[in-house]
């Protein structure tokens, strides 16, 4: 990197940072802190909903994961908007009426304070979770990329967010999302410009989308049904509407930033603000990961996109067979270029025998090309075993070290930092809120003044920034990290929901029935994820309606008083 792109880098992450020390400084009771005051209007919320979602697993893996298969993932979102328009018409409503700091504080008044504890202790687990993934994620491939130590990595993000999360509460969070969210959106498409204008001159922006649908990379949309399937129409409509449902009315993370809205209209704005957006968002992002694709397949990829990872054979006995796997590799990569600019020249020409012969050629090509990163990934596997052989989270930031210009690159790695600190700080803010309101304030001190909950408040929050840190530093990297933090989000999601569901719209039902229900669904959906091959998406259905059926045979069989 060039000191243009450390002094891009570090200004902006400076930047932010100071400037929601300044505006928040001084917070003068739990309200304030907490909830910010209910000042925000709407488009804050909007963008700060938005950048709590946009972590920096969503930049550093969401390219690569288009990279390996395609615009698919995109279906994971066509949810979004219906729970966005369910939550505005009946969740908001009812927080803003009974004046809570956090979401579960309802389950108390309808329920009793054992179901309030079970929902907040759920969210702690996988929202805790989360945060340490949140941190760990970006922090092991800027390391590798930058040559940085892990630890160090991980110890500059999380102070980072320490510092003006425990500076200003809810509000240091949603203000300093603003900036990052510029900074993030902003990046994003300058990386994306750039991806498009390196592609050879022959080939237009219509030749690069035609080349990247017949490589199999357009897939927005599959209406087939296949319940093992993580991404298609299906699970996208209803598995990801119950996740939806679940993360923007029950996670604490995303009830804070529309609880701290000005009015109730403010807040619904907000959410129907990110209905709106985040599906164009987050094709933006697999598009460029597409892009990425393209420019790959005229110009030479590497065999391994984990350079570090790859470098450490060489100084193992298994040396020679990389740099013949990695000679093999550049062989076929030859041919699959010129396969390719065949079937450009075949797609100008509007002949489809011809397309159809050069997409038949490049296919075959690519399965070889493909065949030959496996035996790599065996290679490395086998030369270093603590080694991790799921690269596509590096492809972006592979891409963006070596091709960006000086400059572009410190914006970037500022993106990306950026995400991670933005998405931690409302995660940190979430659990701590959640810990004071609904654990310690209400079950251990109840009878403290204001200051003291402001100060155990902070307290929480360093304390779990602490556990972030430390969770993030003994990780280990899981499969594909944007996979892997909905996967933990979707084992729990579904039985929180549930939990509300039955509050909101099932007014016969007790506390007992549905504390025990969301147990036994809690497990079936560990079961399922432990023992069967269901997508995750379903989990969130699975562990929803469990919860409701479960707690409707239980008031029935032991009767409404009893319970």
Sequence with gaps: MSLLDWVVLFGTLGFIVAYGVW????????????????????????????ATQAS???????????????????????????????????????????NVYTA???????????????????FLVQRGLAAGITIYAPAIILSTMLGWSLNITIL???????????????KAVSITQKQQMAVMMGGMIIAGLVVVSYLPDYVEFGDAVAVAGKMGKMN??????????????????TGGLFLALSYFGTDQSQVARYLGGKSIAESRLG????????????????????????????????????????????????????????????????????????LVRALKADDDALVADAEREVEALAVAAKAVREE??????????????????????????????????????????????????????????????DIYKRSMQQRASEEHYLRASKLFTVGWGIVAILFAMFASLMDNLIEAVNIVGSIFYGTILGIFLVAFYFKSIRGNAVFWAAVIAELVVLYCHFYTDLAFLWFNVIGCLCVVVISFLLQGLVGRKKL
């Design 104 to 122: 579960y504080e309802f389950l108390e008044n309808r329920f009793d304070l054992k179901t309030r504890s079970l929902a907040a202790l759920l």
């Design 23 to 50: 505006r928040t400084r001084g917070s003068k009771d739990i309200e304030d802190y907490l909830k910010g005051d209910n000042t925000m209007k709407w488009w804050t919320i909007g963008l700060s909903i938005m």
């Design 376 to 437: 790599v990934k065996g290679v490395i596997k086998t030369a270093t075993p603590e080694a991790e052989t799921k690269d596509t989270d590096y492809v972006f930031i592979s891409f963006i070290i070596k091709y960006l210009p000086s400059g572009l690159v410190g914006l970037l790695l500022a993106v990306i930092f950026s995400a991670a600190m933005s998405s931690s700080s409302s995660e940190l803010y979430a659990l701590a809120s959640t810990s004071v309101v």
């Design 271 to 342: 959410l129907l603000f990110n209905g709106l957006l985040k599906i164009p968002m987050q094709f933006l992002i697999l598009f460029i990961g597409v892009m990425v694709f393209v420019f790959y397949q005229f110009n030479q990829p590497p065999v391994f996109f984990n350079e570090a990872a790859k470098s450490k054979v060489y100084a193992t006995p298994y040396a020679d067979n990389l740099r013949e796997l990695e000679v093999k590799y550049e062989d076929i990569f030859e041919q699959k270029q010129e396969a390719v600019q065949g």
């Design 56 to 98: 920096a697993i969503t930049f550093l893996s969401t390219p690569g994961q288009a990279y390996e298969d395609g615009m698919r993932f995109i279906q994971f979102y066509f949810g979004l908007p219906i729970a966005m328009v369910i939550i505005s018409i009946t969740v908001v409503p009812i927080f803003y009426r009974l």
């Design 220 to 237: 927005v949309v599959d209406f087939s049904i296949d319940w093992n399937d993580r991404y298609n129409f299906w699970s996208g409509i």
């Design 156 to 170: 500059v993000i999380g102070l980072l967010v320490i510092i003006y999360t425990v500076s200003g509460g809810t």
